[in-house]
């Protein structure tokens, strides 16, 4: 990728399963990975729900890396970012372990970034935390919210799996093929 | 803790009264009982049946319960004046109560008045010190506030006076946890599997943290806990499975190089392995190919 600033598109799908995720688990931490084509620059990022529970522990985490690893590399994407979200709606700091993770994608992929889901006032925004400052981050469709919140009034955040639900009971996909549907 | 079991019977009685079959008393008694967080769903069934005067009178006294939980429920979804006329309909009818009182501290903390509300757990423990409820509100208060070390303070003073409180102890293990404070939640998990040894989440969680702990001793230990837990659980729990996979591996990558008779058998490995393979094929087919690969990268070639 050549010099210039790298920007973050993000599709509305990818945007809508990661709030759905953390309203689905309002009262604890949630995470999540996002995707990306590394031929492209400017990349569309499809977006993985990792964990509602314990995020600090390794196991379920570097199983459910391997696992996301191993499937997209034969569609040639990676990791690229990070998403978190934190337990207390006005908790607009990345913890430790938020850091942590960000850091090993960081390692692996120099253009990383972490998202923090923040919520201020009634309306949901997004805080482009992490090396880079400025908000480069794009909401390819503007129509995203007024969907979002189509979504929501259906409780549509139910039928969102993660890994931790998959881990559970593996016959529920976290690659949620039919969400949008 | 919920049973699989419970849980499905629970979602069904949701599921058979959001679509107008009626058992709105049943459901909200079951999740009275299992103590799960549902408030949204309370909320809207309790108050239900609180505003049609002749359901509410059917319940005899089982009616201020009622009106206790969907307080309750109510706060958890931030609706404070339908929570407001519930502790007023209580406090009418029990003036002077320390229960009434709890819920009143309760309101504050959802209000966001941390300190009216410490002031007013002070108060209710002075009277009654050993009121576990309120204890644990202040645990809640301090959490809320995000401060953390208040909060591991509050639970470990409890502990000392209530240590066979195993839902605490689980509470403080997952505060660690958040704060990669690893072997203090080792010791949590430690005190609850010594006091009850058959629960197998408790073997699982202590052989997750003692994995992300790291260095031989923890792994070769980690592992036999997954093992326990595989064994609590007949051999279906995915996770523990996994991490006998994940222990071989990372145990077999710090053993490189060591002496051969030093190293663990594949045995254990290869029988996990294979019980993951069997159960991704039966119920999740679309994933098999991927578990393949994945297990795959962890066999660490001796």
Redesign the interface.
Known sequence: MAGGELKYDMSQNAYIKLVLHALKHR?S?VNGVLLVDPTTTSSRLPTLSLFHN???????L??SL??IE??YIAQGLGIVGYFHAN??FD?AEL???AK?IGDHIYRYFPQAAILLLYTRDASKNWKLAGSDGGSRLILKEPAANIVLLDFISSQKWQDVVDFDDH??D??K?WLNPDLFK | MVTKTEETQLNRLEGQVENGGGGAWDYLCFVRKLKVRRSDKVLKYGLSILNDPKKRSSLGPEEWTLYEQVAIAAMDCQCLDVAKDCINVLQKRFPESKRVGRLEGMLLEAKGSWTEAEKAYLSLLEDNPLDQVIHKRRVALAKAQGNMSEAIEFINKYLEIFMADSDTWRELAEIYVSLQMYKQAAFCYEELILAQPTVPLYHLAYADVLYTLGGLENLQAAKKYYSSAIELTGGKNTRALFGICLCTSAIAQLTKGRNKEEKDSPDLQSLATAALEKDYKQRASDKVSVLGSALKSLKVSS
């Open positions: 009262s931490a314990h995020l600090g522990l390794l196991p379920p570097e199983i391997i696992m191993e499937y337990e207390r908790d913890d430790n372990v942590n881990l559970d593996i016959t996909d």
